[in-house]
């Protein structure tokens, strides 16, 4: 069940029964409308930068709507706790359940020649790190990646991610942040179109688990 949140709409109806119920319905929509954004991407004139791509995906999803769906995507979510946001957020429509903490969080990079890619995982802007130190989302049992593809292809990024996976794992644990479960890499569950969908299951600072889904899309 939901923790240190109030479920009920102004009705008194229960929007969401389960942590699980709020995964399948996020999922779902993603699954459905990210292989759609590409074109979209495109007709805006194919920007690079990481964050106006990311406002361009809020406004695809917000937009792709079809009919009442109780969340919104939002970009930048603050955190309760320290300064530190992340990249794109998914809201309640109903201010009796706390509409400013968000059912689902993802953290987004670029996966381009210019970038710092091994930042999708670990170091200080490292993605997966920050979930795993529960920098994000230490209230949710679930989060997610996007990783903005503009050079190579999914597999490449998969098996590049994996293996800084692997390596870190190799290490004693750093500051209390621990890879070496096999199941910190990246497992492959679905695509449709340029996008790719992996996921994992991350052993966070305090031992609990977060599941992660990764989308991979491929912007060339």
Known sequence: MFREQNTSSITGTRLFSSWEEVEA???????????????????????????????LLCSHLNMSLDGFLPFWFGKNPTQIVGYRESDMGVFVKDKEM???RPLFEFEAKKLSP?????????????????????????????????GYVFVHDSKY????????????????????????????LLHACGAVGTVTKYLSKNKRASKSDIMIFHYFIDLQ
């Open 25 to 55: 319905v996020v999922v779902s929509y993603m699954d459905n409308h990210l292989p759609d954004f590409v074109a979209y991407f495109k007709a805006q004139g194919s920007p690079v930068g990481e964050n106006r791509i990311t406002d």
């Open 98 to 100: 706390n509409p400013m």
């Open 114 to 146: 210019s970038s710092a890619n091994k930042e999708y995982v670990c170091g200080e802007r490292g993605g997966i790190e920050r979930f795993k130190r529960e920098i994000h989302s230490p209230h949710l049992p679930h989060c997610g990646m996007l």
């Open 157 to 184: 990024w998969m098996e590049q991610i994996n293996s800084w996976i692997t390596n870190l794992a190799s290490q004693s644990p750093l500051s209390g942040v621990d890879w070496r479960d096999d199941d910190e």
